[in-house]
């Protein structure tokens, strides 16, 4: 029987309530959650195979485009690695992505911003992590926008992240935002993170090393999943 | 060793569904929605319908949550390469996610009634379902468990629902029976009846 995953810090998560978030405020639980170590159910979880993706999947630029069209806005690239707590490479991760168009307006029903939608862009694209755990995909920076919260409240620019490892315990939902956003640091959401290096490990880097000249800047961006404490005690043997 | 932090949890917004569920959110993408069925031919075992919803502190269903379940197929094996005890039930994929109805909120999964799992100790746990909840508002996506109402013996010797110190709170992890083969889950997020979430 393995050691289960690591506990998760809540503290390095944000809590439930976070008031300045106005909707946690009736969607958080009162009481304490209830601690048990993981186990099979916990420690299994869905697999999804290569073959499942699209040839566009991973270019939101083009994947809702009409043919021969492509979504408006500064062309990027993200990229990066899902890893463990351990710090190995999570190998077969599905990561799906979606955000808004480049004027900050998403593609949905309930969106009332009155920027434009972009006729070629859909804003959701998916990717699974290869061997080593790399995955990435092509996009447009996502816009800022207005949200109803405070009297005037902003997003920061972001992109959100729904990531599967090879456990259930592990399943997280996360958001990247892009260095050197002022915004950032006046969202209620950020916010809701108490400790200022927990949301630096959610800003992307620029990396012009990884640009494609006269096409696409990078942006590199690092997903961390619960690691699992067998690892790490083998580990611990190994390196002594 | 380089040991890493786990990236911090945001909330997964009120447009989760563009991500997850394009196809439901009127994005046509991909070959229709991940999660969407359960099944890829005839299953073994009970087949059951599982519907509820997600409640919010004023007792409001929730109309933009994603759930997903994973579970164990009818004799209790995990469709997944870590399962060990065998070979599971080729045509169950163990996962499902749905965004809920559009007008009523209810989710609902076709799924079959799980078989039981040993604990990390050995002894058989009930038959249940892992329930993961995230929606606007939820700042870390919520684990909880579902276990059936009607599975009294396998209950009253499940090694998790026998530590559940405040015993008025177990029925919020069961689904009711309210026809044959069909269950019915409800999620309180807070308040009364307030759902058991477990830091798993
Ligand atoms: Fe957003």
Known sequence: ?240 | MKYLKESPSQTAGPYVHIGCTPNFAGIRMYDGDLGATMKRGPVQGEEIVVTGAVHDGMGAVLMDAMIEIWQADAAGLYPSPREVRGRADPNFTGWGRSAGNPETGLFTFDTVKPGQVPWRDGTLQAPHVTVWIVARGINLGLHTRMYFEDETEANATDPILKRIEHRNRIPTLMARKTANGVYRFDIVLQGVGETIFFDI
């Open chain 1, 1 to 240: 029987m393995s050691e289960g995953y690591i506990r998760r810090d809540r503290d390095w998560h944000p809590p439930a309530l976070h008031t300045a978030y106005k909707t946690s405020v009736m969607r958080s639980p009162r009481a304490a959650p209830l601690s048990f170590p993981t186990s099979l159910g916990e420690e299994t979880g869905p697999v999804f195979g290569h073959d499942m993706l699209g040839a566009l999947d991973n270019d939101l630029i083009t994947n809702f485009a009409q043919p021969g069209q492509m979504a408006l806005g500064p062309r990027i690239i993200v990229q990066g690695r899902v890893l463990d707590e351990n710090g190995r490479g999570v190998p077969g991760a599905l990561v799906e992505v979606w955000q808004a168009n480049a004027g900050g307006r998403y593609r949905h029903k309930n969106e009332s911003y009155l920027a434009p939608l972009d006729p070629n862009f859909g804003g959701c694209g998916r990717v699974i992590t290869d061997a080593e755990g790399r995955y990435e995909f092509r996009t447009i920076q996502p816009g800022p926008y207005p949200w109803p919260n405070g009297p005037n409240d902003w997003r920061p620019a972001h992109i959100h992240f729904s990531v599967f490892g090879q456990a259930f315990a592990q399943r997280l939902i996360t958001q990247m935002y892009f260095d050197g956003d002022p915004m950032i640091w006046q969202c209620p959401i950020v916010g809701s993170i108490s400790q200022t290096a927990a949301i630096e490990t959610l800003i992307a880097k620029l990396d012009m090393t990884q640009t494609i000249p006269m096409d696409a800047r990078a942006y590199h961006f690092d997903i961390v999943l619960r690691g699992n404490r067998q690892t790490l005690f083998e580990n611990r043997q190994e390196g002594s």
